[in-house]
């Protein structure tokens, strides 16, 4: 919790609405734990491989679809933080107005790509539930996380469409300069 006069350090603080606390911590929650699956996973595998010979059969497909996952999960929760990697020498030259201006457009843009994104990767969704793709030794379907990213990045985009809107204070970008 952020003490008064100080910036909050959470995106929710940040913008006031207690309605988002919930989401941050139910993805904050799942990134947290599917990392924490995924390094007792590794930690078994070697463990397992280098004493006792014996490697986890299945063990690198778990970790690739954990890891999309984790990756995935945790985009939404970037964008809503803006923890993304920004560049402020344009910034600096603008008048606030000015830079406001520029913080909307660019989630602006953000929410077209992210939808354009969502359009092609549910097309290909489509395409390999179709197919019935599976992994190669465990056979887990590929389909249902291929759908889980496009869920993932439409939230995104929906997450950028609220920021180019409400864009806050920005205060989130000068915490990188």
Same mark, same amino acid.
């Given at each position: 919790?952020?003490?008064?006069?100080q910036v909050?350090?959470?995106p929710?603080?940040?913008?006031?609405?207690?309605?988002?606390?919930?989401?941050?911590? +139910?993805?904050?929650?799942a !990134?947290? =734990?599917i990392?924490?699956?995924? *390094?007792?996973l590794t930690?078994?595998? $070697?463990?397992?491989?280098?004493?006792f010979?014996f490697?986890l059969?299945?063990?690198?497909?778990i970790?690739?679809?954990?890891?999309l996952?984790?990756i995935f999960a945790?985009?939404?929760?970037?964008?809503h933080?803006?923890?993304?990697?920004?560049?402020?020498?344009?910034?600096?030259?603008?008048?606030?107005?000015?830079?406001? +201006?520029?913080?909307?457009? !660019?989630? =602006?843009?953000?929410?077209a790509? *992210?939808?354009?994104?969502?359009?092609? $990767?549910?097309?290909?969704?489509?395409?390999?539930?179709?197919?019935?793709?599976t992994?190669?030794?465990?056979?887990?379907?590929?389909?249902?996380?291929?759908?889980?990213?496009?869920?993932m990045i439409a939230?995104?985009g929906?997450?950028?469409?609220?920021?180019?809107f409400?864009p806050?204070?920005?205060?989130a970008?000068?915490a990188t300069?």
């Open positions: 919790m952020s003490t008064p006069g909050p350090d959470r929710a603080e940040r913008a006031g609405h207690t309605w988002e606390r919930p989401f941050d911590a +139910l993805l904050g929650l !990134a947290s =734990a990392l924490l699956c995924m *390094m007792l930690f078994v595998d $070697v463990v397992a491989r280098y004493l010979n490697p059969r299945g063990g690198f497909e970790t690739e679809l954990m890891l996952v984790l945790g985009l939404p929760l970037v964008s933080a803006d923890e993304h990697v920004t560049m402020d020498f344009i910034d600096r030259m603008l008048p606030p107005r000015g830079a406001m +201006l520029v913080v909307r457009l !660019a989630h =602006a843009l953000c929410a790509v *992210m939808f354009f994104l969502t359009w092609q $990767v549910w097309i290909k969704a489509g395409k390999i539930a179709g197919y019935g793709d992994t190669d030794v465990l056979r887990i379907t590929v389909g249902p996380f291929v759908y889980f990213m496009d869920a939230l995104t929906l997450v950028h469409v609220y920021k180019a409400v806050g204070d920005g205060s970008n000068q300069t």
